[in-house]
């Protein structure tokens, strides 16, 4: 018999599953339960997007394309983040096609990390990260962020841990799974920290489409002197309904994206060739579409942090991405524990904060990217949960 802890490998034994799937595997074997932990929209992909992908395959564009990804699909992708974001890079040599906005990822901490480098993560926080991060040999240094900031990463505390092994900082806004946004004045005095470092700034930028409210998403890429050491990753999953399509990409200075290049040539080759096509038509032509999405969304968002409140879950006003981060310190409970008791009793799905990193215990993270009577039914279940508890 062969003894399978001793051949594989040391690193991705350590690394523990991901807690966001825990539960929705949980969820689905069994019945009834409305489960609100998968970040995935519920709109279909927007017609125009679908039809050009069907157009592609019946005009039999199945070969590879180029491995950065089609030249088309990189000029639309500069075109729409100078439109939409002011920002200005060069679709030759600066722009890679992926699979998703989670191989930009890997690629980017891939192409950057040697054993022993810190890479800067602020908690609560997407749950790949740090398990890409260890994979590389990083030590992985979390910033807790607070509700007292708007779960904001401020300043001072990003000063604070960075050392002379300080390599890369994550930097996850409009962020999951709290919904935080940071804003021009933050984004100044995080450059401020950054600009006399050589730290990298991995910016993660999926979300940027969900912001609510007058004031738009702004990148910390177009802040003064941040452009030269930012990585800008994002895709189409979140704000285009595209999450099947795996389609995403990642912009950088070119020295960087070269050694990006190779990482993605030899484990990817290139993105899929029918989601490239769709994607040309998503960046051209569906401003209008993204934006009635995240308008509907903006609708779910208010009725969840006022609902939240009401039955006495303090809930932070999310002001991005599609998910409220509601404090249940005031029950007793541990994140995992309300998620567990509300599973079992109630039948609702939610995701503990601890699944975000340390920093999320005393919370949950409930997605509202579904419909509005799916929710209500979902709060109208936790409130009652919430009564019986009392008594």
């Excluded at 891939?110 to 022993?116: A, D, E, K, T, V």
């Excluded at 285009?240 to 070269?258: E, K, N």
């Excluded at 993204?290 to 308008?295: C, E, G, L, S, T």
Aim: glycine content about 6%.
């Amino acid at each position: 018999m062969i003894d399978y802890s001793s051949v594989l490998s040391e690193r991705v034994q350590e690394l523990s599953p991901s807690g966001i799937r825990k539960f929705f595997d949980l969820a689905s074997e069994m019945e009834g339960v409305i489960s609100l932990g998968v970040g995935e929209p519920d709109f279909k992909t927007p017609y125009s997007i679908r039809r050009a992908g069907i157009e592609s395959l019946e005009k039999g564009r199945t070969w590879y394309t180029a491995n950065a990804g089609l030249k088309e699909l990189k000029v639309e992708i500069t075109n729409y983040l100078r439109r939409r974001f002011e920002l200005d890079y060069n679709p030759v040599d600066e722009v890679i096609v992926t699979v998703g906005g989670s191989e930009a990822i890997d690629l980017a901490i891939r192409s950057l990390i040697n054993p022993g480098d810190e890479v800067l993560v602020p908690e609560p926080c997407f749950v790949a990260y740090a398990p890409i991060a260890l994979l590389t040999g990083a030590k992985v240094v979390p910033i807790p962020t607070r509700e007292e900031d708007d779960f904001k990463l401020c300043a001072a505390a990003l000063k604070e841990r960075i050392t002379d092994k300080s390599k890369l900082l994550i930097f996850p806004y409009p962020n999951n799974p709290t919904g935080a946004v940071m804003r021009q004045k933050e984004l100044e005095e995080i450059a401020g920290v950054l600009r006399d470092t050589n730290i990298i700034v991995l910016s993660d930028e999926i979300y940027a489409e969900l912001t609510y409210g007058e004031r738009r998403h702004v990148s910390i890429a177009s802040i003064e002197g941040m452009r030269e050491r930012t990585i800008l990753v994002s895709g189409f999953s979140k704000a285009y309904a595209m999450t099947g399509w795996r389609i995403g990409y990642v912009c950088a200075p070119a020295p960087i994206t070269a050694q990006m290049l190779k990482v993605h040539q030899y484990a990817i080759m290139c993105s899929p060739t029918t989601s490239q096509y769709a994607a040309v038509t998503a960046m051209r032509s569906c401003d209008d579409e993204i934006r009635k999405m995240a308008d509907e969304y903006d609708v779910r968002r208010r009725l969840c942090v006022g609902e939240f409140n009401r039955i006495g879950l303090h809930c932070f006003p999310a002001e991005g991405a599609f998910y409220v981060f509601p404090s249940i310190k005031s029950t007793g409970m541990s994140s995992d524990e309300f998620c567990q008791e509300l599973l079992y009793s109630k039948r609702v799905a939610v995701v503990p904060g601890t699944a975000f990193g340390a920093a999320g215990e005393g919370y949950v993270r409930v997605s509202y990217s579904y419909s509005v009577s799916y929710l209500v039914n979902a709060i109208k279940r936790i409130e009652e949960f919430l009564q019986e508890r009392k008594g």
